[in-house]
């Protein structure tokens, strides 16, 4: 199993960037499907994206096609979410998520994620 720690939240006006990173301790990361889900205020959680083990599929909410771009380095441990052209509703807090033997992101818009990172907030100013 692995734990993990999110970076890169912030501020941004509309139509601005960021990118939220994931990183990873522990050995058998590139064993981890990953997802991105995030958490607005009264809302309830939200599956976001998910990449496979290799990274050689991804998933995405229909909201953010378009705009947002999974990918990992498996070398690294990271799992990046470059995420563009932001618009207010963007915003939340956003958790990366992993879990082990699942191959191509089935299911992953369930939450069944086994580890959790703390979140880092996203706040997108109209």
């Known amino acids: 199993q692995v734990q993990l720690v999110e970076s890169g939240g912030g501020l941004v006006q509309a139509g601005g960037s960021l990118r939220l990173s994931c990183t990873a301790s522990g050995r058998s990361f590139s064993h981890h499907d990953m997802g991105w889900f995030r958490q607005a205020p009264g809302k309830e959680r939200e599956a976001v994206s998910c990449i496979s083990r290799v990274g050689n599929f991804r998933k995405y909410v229909d909201s953010v096609k378009g705009r947002f771009n999974i990918s990992r380095d498996n070398a690294k441990n990271t799992v990046t979410l470059q995420m563009n052209s932001l618009k207010p509703e963007d915003a939340g807090v956003y958790f990366c998520?992993?879990?082990?033997?699942?191959?191509?992101?089935?299911?992953?818009?369930?939450?069944?994620?086994?580890?959790w990172g703390q979140g880092t907030q996203v706040t997108v100013s109209s």
């Open positions: 998520a992993g879990r082990e033997d699942y191959y191509y992101c089935d299911d992953y818009e369930s939450g069944a994620y086994v580890q």
